[in-house]
């Protein structure tokens, strides 16, 4: 009997010794489309780039160049690897925070390069008048549309370094504003978005901007056992484009203000899941602990803060014999960390060497687990069952603090 691909990465996984992530190109590259056909049939002049942050696989960077999709990026590695991938400066956003790089992109006079602070802004002032080029920046600003903490980022209409720019910006022969960018964390909600677009869409009236970068942080398309976790209601992109496209139309009738999105999560969260094999059953007092072969870091954020969907794929011995009835059983990473934890609560019937799929777990899980006395983690593709990314080695991990 033919087996399907769960049942040959499930196998997979009862051979490896540790767990992986798989990748679902066709459901990566459906959100690219859905995304920009909500946005893009309210507010034609609109842009989406991909925050390469939030998982920088390389097959998913290649679709996001197939697709049209500009990549984002806030490091000197991220702008040098999204180079060598075949990104055109005028197809980069860096929103970095580190200077020196920024400035290389923004002499090409392509790139484009949105500044957080008046230090940037006067060492590529400074820049500009030495090389005599014409230098075209976008501002980060920061903006309160009811979130509940202060960002960070970005400058505020009353903080320091908003009116010194400005002014600057306005005087300055060297200098041209090209556009307005905003990103705040952990602001998700749809009312908040509609803020944010306001907000940006009175910046552009009053200074004027070729673009309104509305950064990321939106939710993506989940399965309802997860969006029903979230405090408030979680907006599909339609919603989303409502919220923002819809506002930007409202403000631009002709278009001429470019809308560009930077998401990295709502593309990305559910193209991945975790395939790992249960290593170990036992109850401490009364509580069932299954332990597996990865760790709630290589999991990303979601694990962290949710209770994310598990299925669980009996081993054909285990189909044979009994497993154990799991009843709010906690399920825990490889790790020595004593609160390494993936779930708790999880109930069902399980033995060792089963194999669990981890679900929507696309976002900041590869590109920030840490390599914490195991390495990181292979990653497949779900159509090829081909390896996109290698496992991390006892050499990767190891060989420099042997030098
Ligand atoms: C500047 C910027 N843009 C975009 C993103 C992507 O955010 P998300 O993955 O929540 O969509 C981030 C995430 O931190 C960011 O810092």
Redesign the pocket.
């Known amino acids: 009997m033919d087996m399907t691909k769960k049942e040959t990465l499930a196998e997979y996984s009862s051979n490896a010794e540790f767990g992986f992530y798989v990748f679902h190109e066709d459901v990566f590259r459906q959100n690219i489309r859905n995304m920009k056909e909500a946005f893009s049939s309210r507010y034609k002049n609109f842009q989406l780039a991909y ?1 390469f ?2 998982n920088y696989l390389k097959r998913i960077c290649e679709i996001c160049a197939e697709e049209g999709v500009m990549a ?1 990026v ?1 490091s000197p590695q991220e702008l040098r690897y999204a180079k060598e991938l075949g990104f055109r400066p005028g197809e980069i956003i860096y ?1 970095g925070i580190i200077p020196d790089t920024a400035m290389k992109l923004l002499v090409s006079r392509k790139g484009y390069v949105n500044i957080d602070n008046l230090s940037e802004y006067t060492r590529i002032a400074n820049l500009a008048r030495n090389t005599g080029n014409r230098i075209r920046i976008g501002v980060r600003v920061n903006l309160d549309v009811g979130q509940t903490y202060a960002s960070r980022f970005g400058m505020s209409r009353d903080g320091s370094d908003f009116r010194p720019v400005m002014n600057d910006i306005a005087d300055n022969p060297d200098i041209s504003l090209a556009g307005f960018h905003c ?1 705040i ?1 952990s602001c998700r909600q749809l009312p908040y978005w509609k803020r944010k677009a306001e907000e940006m869409a009175e910046l552009a009236l009053e200074y004027g901007a070729e673009y309104l970068d509305m ?4 939710f993506g398309p989940m399965p309802d056992e997860l969006a029903s976790q979230f405090s408030g209601y979680v907006g599909s992109y339609e919603e989303y484009a409502e919220a923002v496209a819809g506002t930007m139309k409202k403000y631009f009738p002709d278009e001429t203000v470019k809308l560009i999105l ?5 593309l990305v969260g559910n193209t991945m899941d975790v395939y790992a094999r249960v290593e170990n059953v036992k109850t401490i007092s009364d509580q069932m602990f299954i332990t597996v072969n990865c760790n709630s870091g290589q999991l990303g954020m979601i694990c962290d803060c949710r209770d994310i969907p598990v299925e669980v794929m009996k081993t054909w011995q285990s189909k044979k014999e009994n497993g154990w009835a799991a009843k709010d059983a906690i399920i825990a990473g490889n790790t020595c960390l004593e609160f390494d934890y993936i779930k708790k609560g999880f109930s069902g019937t399980v033995r060792q060497g089963d194999t669990m799929i981890f679900r929507n777990v696309g ?1 900041y899980s590869i590109s920030s687990s840490r390599q914490f006395i195991v390495p990181r983690l292979a990653v497949y593709d779900y159509e090829t069952l081909k390896i996109l990314r290698a496992p991390e080695s006892y050499e990767d991990m190891m060989k420099k603090y042997l030098q």
Not at 262 to 266: F, K, L, N, V
């Open positions: 925050s942050k939030t984002e806030v929103n990103h964390g950064g990321g942080g939106m930077e998401p990295g999560t709502a976002a």
